[in-house]
């Protein structure tokens, strides 16, 4: 696909696990919450997997090693080996990899992921900024990460060594709630130095170069709960998406969502890979899908019919992302979604 600027939701003959190669997809919100399988997901994988499509799995954490991450998915009821987990660490590893020497030191601000990562890029991984390291190298440490180690960073960066990022998330879902995620202690890093990272994870290119280079996949598609990073992700990689709606995101952040931020496809949970998509298609003055028809207005989002709740919620979409709809004010947009159950 192009990055055309999507003005609805799209439609699909075939169940999204016939239609496309592969699934990229994410982890926290998608796959599991709080560690354990969100509801749906388990079942959904098997079929799509045994229908042929192939799954990885994409995560922008870069604490935790392919294996360690497959270890997870396997005890949940979701065979998985180290091969079918992509990390954004893999991905700093190569860029990194790419620009400078093989067997350079690399000074590590996070966890083990990245140390299993540069090594296996040829690269030595080391704790000091004393260790004349020729990159400095950021990622998740869990909440343990001692405050020191952003000291480290800090002096080998005031030396003029080059920062690199495995991803700049400032959140991250836990057991207990939301916590600050590896983009806030790259906030620390930058406030103190005045420097900038090459930073690799989703969003960005290079890590969607590497998920390519791994899965080899001819037809992806991306699977997420986030717009800033699974569908932006996408949209910079110019492939299809689909989002399910049992992470962080909701009715209202997705009728809000810029260009770059509109999935290709909406649905509740990972049961969407199993089925056809909807059309969306015009109706008059606005969008019909299923039972429901949406229009905008200059100030109104107006919702008309009955069916099911998601064809209302990807006909609002296609209302809310035309010139009109976007101007609609959030109490407009609520009171649609309110009616929806969203």
């Known amino acids: 696909m192009s990055q055309s600027v999507r003005t609805r939701p799209e439609g699909s003959g075939q169940a999204l696990s016939k239609a496309y190669d592969t699934a990229l997809l994410d982890l926290d919100g998608v796959v599991y919450a709080g560690g354990q399988a969100i509801a749906h997901a388990v079942e959904s994988l098997a079929t ?12 922008n954490n870069a604490l935790r090693t392919p294996d360690t991450v497959a270890g997870h998915l396997t005890e949940l009821g979701i065979p998985t080996g180290a091969d079918d987990v992509i990390t954004s660490a893999q991905a700093v590893a190569r860029l990194i990899s790419e620009q400078v020497p093989e067997g350079s030191r690399v000074l590590v601000i996070g966890g083990e992921g990245l140390r299993v990562a540069l090594r296996e890029r040829g690269l030595q991984p080391v704790e000091s900024a004393e260790d004349e390291p020729v990159a400095v190298v950021q990622g998740y440490g869990g909440p343990e990460l001692p405050w020191g180690r952003f000291a480290e ?24 709630g939301i916590a600050p995620g590896n983009g806030a202690a790259v906030e620390v890093v930058r406030i103190a130095t005045g420097a900038e990272p090459q930073v690799a994870g989703k969003p960005l290119p290079p890590m969607h170069r590497e998920t390519i280079l791994r899965t080899g996949a001819r037809r992806p598609l991306v699977v997420g709960d986030r717009l800033d990073t699974d569908i932006e992700g996408a949209f910079n990689g110019e492939v299809d998406s689909l989002l399910v709606l049992t992470g962080v995101t909701d009715g209202a952040q997705l009728l809000a969502a810029p260009p770059q931020h509109r999935p290709t496809y909406v649905d509740a949970d990972l049961r969407g890979l199993l089925t056809g998509q909807p059309e969306v298609g015009e109706a008059g003055g606005g969008f019909r899908c299923g039972g429901w028809t949406a229009t905008a207005g200059a100030e109104r989002l107006e919702l008309d019919g009955d069916g099911e709740p998601l064809d209302g919620l990807r006909a609002l979409c296609a209302a809310a992302w035309t010139e009109a709809g976007e101007g609609v004010c959030e109490l407009e947009t609520g009171k649609a979604l309110e009616r929806l159950g969203f």
């Open 48 to 59: 799509a997997r045994e229908g042929g499509m192939h799954l990885a799995y994409v995560t």
């Open 153 to 176: 960073a800090c002096y080998a960066i005031a030396r003029g060594v080059p920062w690199y990022a495995s991803n700049t998330d400032l959140t991250i879902p836990s057991a207990r």
